[in-house]
T-cell receptor, first 116, second 117 residues
Framework: AQTVTQSQPEMSVQEAETVTLSCTYD???????LFWYKQPPSRQMILVIR??????QNATENRFSVNFQKAAKSFSLKISDSQLGDTAMYFC?????????????FGGGTRVLVKP | GAVVSQHPSWVICKSGTSVKIECRSL??????MFWYRQFPKQSLMLMAT?????????EQGVEKDKFLINHASLTLSTLTVTSAHPEDSSFYIC?????????????FGNGTRLTVT
């Protein structure tokens, strides 16, 4: 079974600064996908960024970027130029590739508070 | 965009009664939907995979007779919590898979807060 670990329960950052959230996972699979989801106070799950394990290039979406270290099984999220609207719970998630049925395994989450 | 709607957003029911939660994909067809449970300040735990036209696949430890899932159409899956008890109080979230490819994106509903008194 896969496990996803987020070691930081809470992080705070000043507006416009950068914060990095850590995520490690354990799997014996070679083909898989990794995700970061944002859950604001509204509880709506929002996809922030996605990474295919077979791609060496780190994914980037505007102010959000990841540092994917496959050998180390690490998948950190960097939020640059933090904005007040980035305040939310952030979940790292793992999904096996191909015929695995799109089942997501979530980490425990990191609460991010952006301070003005 | 791809919109997934859950109804109701919140529900309070008495212990021993049953409650039904709906998950609809509004602008796409979803052969596969997923139901998650989230306790306060905790992560999402997958409960079951809902497949259109066939039986749901439940995760280990989830009681299939207590959490009834029906996926009768390509746009609707329902979760019925039968004989609800206070320990069933939780936040229930669905997601729907848009497309048939194994890496088709998942879209989440806005969740349902269930309180059993």
């Amino acid at each position: 079974a896969q496990t996803v670990t987020q070691s930081q329960p809470e992080m705070s950052v000043q507006e416009a600064e950068t914060v990095t959230l850590s995520c490690t996972y354990d799997t014996s699979e070679n083909n898989y996908y990794l995700f970061w989801y944002k859950q604001p106070p509204s509880r709506q799950m929002i996809l922030v960024i996605r990474q295919e394990a077979y791609k060496q290039q780190n994914a980037t979406e505007n102010r959000f970027s990841v540092n994917f270290q496959k050998a180390a099984k690490s998948f950190s999220l960097k939020i640059s130029d933090s904005q007040l609207g980035d305040t939310a719970m952030y979940f790292c998630a793992f999904m096996k590739g191909e015929a695995a049925g799109n089942k997501l395994t979530f980490g425990g989450g990191t609460r991010v508070l952006v301070k003005p | 965009g791809a919109v997934v709607s859950q109804h109701p957003s919140w529900v309070i029911c008495k212990s021993g009664t049953s409650v039904k939660i709906e998950c609809r994909s509004l602008d796409f067809q979803a052969t596969t939907m997923f139901w998650y449970r989230q306790f306060p300040k905790q992560s999402l735990m997958l409960m079951a995979t809902s497949n259109e036209g066939s039986k749901a696949t439940y995760e280990q430890g989830v009681e299939k007779d207590k959490f009834l899932i029906n996926h009768a159409s390509l746009t609707l899956s329902t979760l019925t919590v039968t004989s609800a008890h206070p320990e069933d109080s939780s936040f229930y979230i669905c997601s729907a898979k848009k497309g048939s490819s194994y890496n088709s994106p998942l879209h989440f509903g806005n969740g349902t807060r269930l309180t059993v008194t």
